[in-house]
C-alpha cells in the first residue's frame, strides 16, 4: 500500500475516532478563507468609519454591531483573520525551520555546537518569554515584521530543544550507521536520513505551538506594543473593546476576543488530532 | 502425585479495534509438584498469555472463553481478585523477562523483598530485614548485607534477577512462573542463574513453570516440555523422550531449525510459512498451512490429543 | 601465507569517563591484534562489556582508534579519520550488517531507497535503469520478493527485514563483512533460513565475514575460526573445533561449559559467577581475568599474560593455558 493510501487511511481513522479533529478543521477552513477572502467577504469597508453609526449593538445592519468609530466590527473581525493568522503562520514557521537547524546540529554533532546552541537557549529562557517579546519589539519598533520576529525568538528554544532530542536518539541508531557506511557524510546524514523521521513530530509540535504564536502577536498588539489603529487586528479590538466592558457594550471586545478563542482552540485541537494521527501505536 | 497446577481446555481470547485475537484455544497443561515443565514456542505462541493468564493478571482485553485452571484446588478462574491476590506472591510467584524494568527503581533492593514479607508472611516487623537478607543469602548474592540497600540501578542484570528470584522465593511458593527469565543475559550468568531456579526447585519442591523460547534451555533444564504453536499446545512429552522422539511435525521442525553443537548448516531445517493470523477463522490445527504431512482429515474437525505413552501426548491427525 | 584482508594491529580505544576521577578512562579495547584472511568468516564471541561492539566498529571504521593501525589489503585505513574514511573508495570494501532489523531500517525510507542509497554514494549509480537493475540484483541474491522493494520497513516481518539490512550491505560487492548478532533478534526458525543465506552469500560472493554473536552455537555453524574477547582484550584464538574441544583460557573454558546442551542434562559444570571487573583505569599489570578465573595465582596479579601461539593457529592469554 502505498504511504498516500496508508496516511489517508490513518486520517480517517483519526478523524473518526475523534470528531473534534473534524471540528477543528471545520473551523480552519473557515479561518483560512476568511483569511484568504476577506475583503470579498467583509460587507463593509473595515476601515471605514460612520459617525452616525457608532456604538451600535448587534442587529440586522452590523451582526457584530459598530465600535466607537462606526465602523463594523463583523467586517473587521474577519479581516483581521489574515493579519492575525499571517503573523503566527509566519512566526512559527520561522522559528521552526531556525529551531530545526539548530536543535539538529546540537544534537547530532554534540560538543561546542551543543554547548554554545544549549547557552544561546538558555539566554531566551531565562526571560519570561512574554517580557522578553515586548522588549524586542519596545527596542526595534511597532511593526507587523517586529511582531513576528519577536515571537519567532522567544518560540525558538521550543522546537530547538524537541529537535535535539529527537535526533539524539536517532543518532545511535543502526540505520544511521548504515547511512556512514553507506557513504553519506555527516550534513547528508543529517538532512537526508534522520530529519524526514522527526518532522512529523515536530509538525505536531508547530500545530500546538500556533495558538500560542496567535496568542502572542495579539498580546503585543493589546498592550500597544504591536500592530498600530487603525489596521484591523483581533489584540487591538480587545483592547480597544476593553475600555467599554463598565459601560455594558459587550460587542466591542467578546467577537474579537471570541476569535482569538476559536483560533487557538482550532490549533490546539488540530494539534492534537495530528498527534493521534502519527502516534505510530495506532497506526494500522 | 497430585498435580500443583491442572490447565484444562483453557481458551482465551482478546478483543481489539482489529478484530478478536484467539490467543489461546483449548490449551491443557499439569505442572506435578516439584517439576520444572518446559512451555516452549516462537513469538506469538501464546506463550507469555498463558502465564499471565495462570496469575490471573491477563490484560484488560482479554476474555476467556472456556476451560478452566486449577491450582492446589482453587478454581483460577472462578476466584474473586482478593482471593487471587492473597495466593499470588505466597503461594504462586512469577519472575520476568528484563529484570531491571521489573524491579522498582526507585527504591532499594532490600526494601522490594520486605514489601512481599510484609504482605504475605506473618512476620514481625523487626525481623523483616533478617528475612530480605536471608532471602538474599539463599540466591547466593555475595555480600548480602551490602547489597540489601543498593538501588536496582547499581546492580548487573544476573544480580537483579537474583534479586526477583529472591522476592519469587520469600515465601517458599508452591508454584513459580518464570517468563523467559534468562533472555538478555549473558550465557554464563544465564547458566548460573538457572541452576540456581533448578536448585530452588528442587531443594523447595517446588513446580516451575519455565516460559522460553530456547528450546536448548528447555532441553537442560526441564522435565517435561510442552511445545506451542499459535495459541495451541501441539506436544507435551518427558524431555528426552521430545527431544529424540518428537511427534509433532513442529516439534521436529523446530528441533531440526536449533542450532546445537553438532549442527550444521547445511543441516539446519527452516520452517516455511508464517504464523497463522489469529484473528481470522483459523483450521482445527494452526500449523496445516505450514504443516508437509498435511491431509483432509486435519481440517475436519478439532483435533484430539493422542497418547503416545502415558506421558507423552500429541495433537496431531499424522504424527511421527 | 597471504596477506590477510584486514588487519588489526594494537588497537586501543580509550573513552573519558565523565563523573569520575579526573582523566579517568573506559578501556573498551585494548591491544587487540586481529587478521581475517579473504573468503574466510571469523567469530568474535564475548559477553556484554568485553569489547566486541566498539571493535566491531573500529574495524567498520564508524569511530577512530586511540591507538592502533588497521590494514585493508596492506594499505592503512586509520591513517585518515573516519569522517574522510567515508568519501573514500576503501569505504565500499568494509559493510556491517546490524542487529535489530527493526532499528537498522531507516523508518521512511522504502526498501528500495535503503539498499539503492550506499549504490548511489559508493558506487556512483545516478542511471535509474541501472540503480533499479542493481537493487533487484541484491534483492534476488537474499531471496527477498520483488514485491516487498516497494514497502516500507514497518510492513515487513523480522525476517524480511533481516534480508533488507543484508542486502543493503552486499549491494555494494564489500570484501568485508561485519555481522553484529545478525539473527539473535529473530524467531529460531528465521533465524535458520537467514544462516543458511549467509553461507550461501559467502560462498557465492566470495566475502569474508566477521560474525559477532553472543550465541555460540550459531557461531561454531558458520566460522572456521574464533575470536573470544574478554573486557576489552583478546583472551584467545583457535580454529572452531579446537577452541570447543580443546579450550585453553579460563574464560572460554566457562563459556563453552555455559551453552545448554541437553545432551548434558544433571551434569555438574563448571560455573562461572559474578560479573567482569570495571573497564576503568584497569591495572596494567593484572590479568583482566583475575578474582573471577578458578585459577588465581600472584604471577596472574603480577603480569598482564600475553597471546602465546599454541600451534595450529590456536594463541590463548593465560599463564596456565
Not at chain 2, 18 to 28: K, P, Q, W
Not at chain 2, 296 to 312: F, M, Q, R, V, Y
Not at chain 3, 246 to 273: F, Q, W
Amino acid at each position: 500500500m502505498s504511504r498516500a493510501a496508508t496516511l489517508g487511511r490513518n486520517i480517517g481513522h483519526a478523524f473518526g475516532e475523534n470528531r473534534l479533529t473534524l471540528v477543528a478543521v471545520a473551523i480552519l477552513l473557515v479561518l483560512l478563507v476568511c483569511a484568504a477572502f476577506g475583503s470579498a467577504l467583509a460587507p463593509y469597508d473595515p476601515l471605514m468609519t460612520d459617525s452616525t453609526a457608532k456604538m451600535l449593538p448587534p442587529g440586522a445592519q452590523h451582526l457584530f454591531g459598530t465600535d466607537a468609530l462606526g465602523r463594523d466590527i463583523l467586517s473587521r473581525v474577519v479581516i483581521a483573520a489574515r493579519l492575525d493568522l499571517g503573523m503566527a503562520i509566519s512566526a512559527v514557521f520561522l522559528s521552526f525551520i531556525v529551531g530545526l537547524g539548530l536543535g539538529a546540529t546540537a544534537g547530532y554533532f554534540g560538543g561546542w555546537s551543543d554547548r554554545i546552541i544549549g547557552r544561546l537557549m538558555d539566554t531566551i529562557m531565562a526571560f519570561p518569554l512574554f517580557v522578553l517579546a515586548m522588549g524586542i519589539v519596545a527596542a526595534l519598533g511597532n511593526s507587523v515584521l517586529n511582531i513576528i520576529l519577536a515571537t519567532m525568538i522567544i518560540n525558538l528554544p521550543f522546537y530547538c530543544r524537541f529537535a535535539r532530542g529527537e535526533v539524539n536518539v536517532r543518532r545511535e541508531m543502526g540505520y544511521v550507521e548504515a547511512a556512514r557506511m553507506g557513504g553519506n557524510r555527516a550534513l547528508p546524514v543529517l538532512v537526508n536520513h534522520i530529519i524526514p523521521n522527526i518532522l512529523p513530530a515536530m509538525m505536531v509540535q508547530a500545530s500546538l505551538n500556533m495558538g500560542w504564536a496567535i496568542l502572542n502577536a495579539a498580546g503585543l498588539s493589546f498592550i500597544g506594543l504591536g500592530v498600530r489603529p487603525p489596521t484591523p487586528e483581533w489584540g487591538i479590538m480587545v483592547s480597544e473593546g476593553a475600555s467599554f466592558i463598565i459601560s455594558g457594550e459587550w460587542w466591542t471586545f467578546v467577537f474579537p476576543g471570541a476569535a482569538l478563542v476559536l483560533a487557538v482552540f482550532c490549533f490546539n485541537l488540530l494539534g492534537d488530532g495530528l498527534r493521534d494521527l502519527l502516534d505510530p501505536r495506532r497506526r494500522l | 502425585m497430585t498435580a500443583q497446577l491442572t490447565i484444562e481446555d483453557f481458551s482465551l481470547v482478546f478483543r481489539t479495534r482489529h478484530g478478536t485475537v484467539r490467543a489461546l484455544e483449548d490449551v491443557s497443561l499439569s505442572v506435578e509438584r516439584g517439576e520444572i515443565v518446559g512451555v516452549v514456542g516462537e513469538s506469538g505462541s501464546g506463550k507469555s498469555v498463558l502465564a499471565y493468564a495462570v496469575m490471573g493478571l491477563q490484560d484488560a482485553a482479554a476474555r476467556v472463553q472456556g476451560g478452566r485452571i486449577m491450582f492446589g484446588g482453587m478454581d483460577m478462574l472462578a476466584a474473586s481478585e482478593q482471593a487471587l491476590a492473597d495466593v499470588r506472591g505466597r503461594e504462586i510467584a512469577m519472575i520476568f523477562q528484563s529484570p531491571r524494568t521489573a524491579l522498582n527503581p526507585i527504591r532499594k533492593v532490600g526494601a522490594q523483598i520486605e514489601d512481599i514479607l510484609r504482605e504475605h508472611a506473618n512476620l514481625p516487623s523487626r525481623d523483616l530485614r533478617g528475612h530480605a537478607i536471608d532471602a538474599l543469602a539463599r540466591v547466593r548474592i555475595p555480600d548480602p548485607e551490602r547489597r540489601y540497600n543498593a538501588y536496582p540501578f547499581e546492580l548487573s542484570g544476573g544480580m537483579c534477577q537474583r534479586v526477583m528470584i529472591a522476592m519469587a522465593l520469600a515465601c517458599s511458593p508452591f508454584l513459580l512462573i518464570a517468563d523467559e527469565p534468562t533472555t538478555g543475559l549473558d550465557v554464563t550468568t544465564q547458566a548460573v542463574i538457572m541452576d540456581l531456579i533448578r536448585d530452588m526447585s528442587y531443594g523447595q519442591r517446588m513446580s516451575t513453570l519455565l516460559i522460553t523460547h530456547d528450546l536448548g534451555l528447555a532441553g537442560e533444564y526441564c522435565d517435561r516440555i510442552a511445545v506451542m504453536h499459535a495459541g495451541h499446545v501441539v506436544e507435551i512429552a518427558p524431555v528426552e523422550e521430545l527431544l529424540a522422539r518428537p511427534a509433532h511435525p513442529y516439534t521436529r521442525q523446530l528441533l531440526a531449525a536449533t542450532p546445537t553443537p553438532r549442527s550444521t548448516v547445511d543441516g539446519l531445517v527452516s520452517i516455511p510459512g508464517h504464523l497463522p493470523d489469529l484473528r481470522q477463522d483459523l483450521p482445527p490445527c494452526r500449523f496445516s498451512a505450514r504443516c508437509d504431512r498435511h491431509v483432509a482429515l486435519c481440517d475436519e474437525s478439532k483435533l484430539p490429543w493422542t497418547s503416545l505413552t502415558n506421558s507423552h501426548l500429541v495433537r496431531c491427525r499424522v504424527p511421527l | 601465507m597471504t596477506q590477510p584482508l584486514l588487519e588489526a594491529r594494537a588497537l586501543t580505544k580509550r573513552y573519558p569517563v565523565s563523573g569520575g576521577k579526573r582523566g579517568a578512562l573506559l578501556h573498551a579495547v585494548d591491544a587487540v591484534d586481529l587478521a581475517i584472511a579473504p573468503g574466510e568468516c571469523l567469530g568474535l564471541v564475548g559477553e556484554s562489556g568485553c569489547g566486541k561492539s566498539t571493535l566491531v566498529r573500529l574495524l567498520a571504521r564508524l569511530i577512530d582508534p586511540t591507538d592502533g593501525h588497521i590494514f585493508l589489503d596492506g594499505a592503512d585505513t586509520t591513517a585518515v579519520s573516519q569522517a574522510r574514511f567515508v568519501t573514500m573508495p576503501d569505504r565500499a570494501r568494509i559493510q556491517v550488517v546490524f542487529q535489530d532489523p527493526s532499528e537498522s531500517l531507516n523508518p521512511s525510507f522504502r526498501v528500495f531507497d535503503s539498499i539503492a542509497d550506499p549504490l548511489k554514494r559508493l558506487r556512483g549509480v545516478r542511471d535509474h535503469a541501472k540503480l533499479v537493475a542493481q537493487v533487484h540484483r541484491a534483492a534476488e541474491l537474499v531471496g527477498l520478493p520483488r514485491e516487498l522493494i516497494a514497502r516500507y520497513p514497518h510492513q515487513l516481518s523480522g525476517g524480511q527485514r533481516a534480508r533488507v539490512g543484508i542486502a543493503r550491505a552486499i549491494a555494494v560487492e564489500p570484501s568485508l563483512l561485519i555481522l553484529d548478532e545478525p539473527t539473535s533478534a529473530l524467531d529460531v526458525s528465521v533465524q535458520a533460513v537467514i544462516l543458511r543465506l549467509l553461507a550461501d552469500l559467502r560462498a557465492r560472493l566470495g566475502m569474508s565475514y566477521l560474525f559477532v554473536s553472543h550465541d555460540l552455537n550459531v557461531v561454531r555453524l558458520l566460522c572456521s575460526r574464533i575470536v573470544v574477547m574478554y573486557l576489552g582484550r583478546v583472551v584467545e584464538i583457535a580454529p572452531t573445533e579446537e577452541l570447543f574441544n580443546a579450550p585453553r583460557h579460563p574464560y572460554t573454558r566457562a563459556l563453552i561449559a555455559s551453552i545448554p546442551d541437553p545432551a548434558r542434562r544433571g551434569e555438574v559444570r563448571p560455573r562461572l559467577d559474578g560479573s567482569p571487573r570495571s573497564p576503568i583505569d584497569p591495572d596494567p599489570n593484572t590479568c583482566r581475568f583475575y578474582g573471577r578465573c578458578p585459577t588465581g595465582a600472584e604471577r596472574c596479579k603480577t603480569a598482564m599474560p600475553k597471546l602465546l601461539p599454541f600451534g595450529n593457529g590456536h594463541f590463548a592469554a593465560c599463564h596456565f593455558a
